[in-house]
């Protein structure tokens, strides 16, 4: 994993500046208390700051670690908090990136077994919950047009986008299959050109 871990600095580093553990722990922690609607959905807003605004860490590397997280077992953002933190900061980079990630998600879900789930047969708080549905899949279809941008750039990445979603919805495979096919055919047919900064 030691392949993983970045200087965190300016220097050498493509111009990207260096990372705080302060402010790492401040993003994660602010993210995960204002999105709704999951891993897919803190993604982006994760990549708005930690390239575009704080320029911490290269496309590339965001992708990577993307694909990483998401090929491993457990939550995504929790797997992906963790190796972008590693990446930042070592391994007091993970840790924090993480407890800053699961922090909110812990107190929230926390205070709606306490409370809220007193009050889930209540009309109102069910009408709540339907209004909801559907402004989380919005939020997660813009996620997946966020990331695929940088992605779709090469032509072969949007062949096999299209095979493998083909073979998740009409065929039925299961998504450790599609992951391990993903992983084989960049290995065995790898691209001429990695996936560059927007």
Partial sequence: MDNLQGNGGAAGNGGLNEARLADMLLLFLKIG??????????????REVIIDKKRWITERDFV??????????????????????????????????????????FLIILGIAIFLWRFKDIHLVQAAFLGIRPVVVALIASAAYKLGKPVFRLKRALVLFILFLAGLIILGVHPIAVVVAGAALGVLWPPKSGVEKG
């Fill in 64 to 105: 990577d670690n993307l694909a990483i997280a998401q090929s491993i077992p457990g939550p995504i953002v929790v797997n992906f908090s963790l190796l972008t933190g590693y990446r930042l900061r070592g391994l007091k980079g993970g840790l924090l990136s993480l407890l800053g990630t699961v922090t909110p998600s």
């Fill in 33 to 46: 208390a204002i999105t709704i609607g999951g891993g897919y959905v803190m993604i982006p807003l994760i």
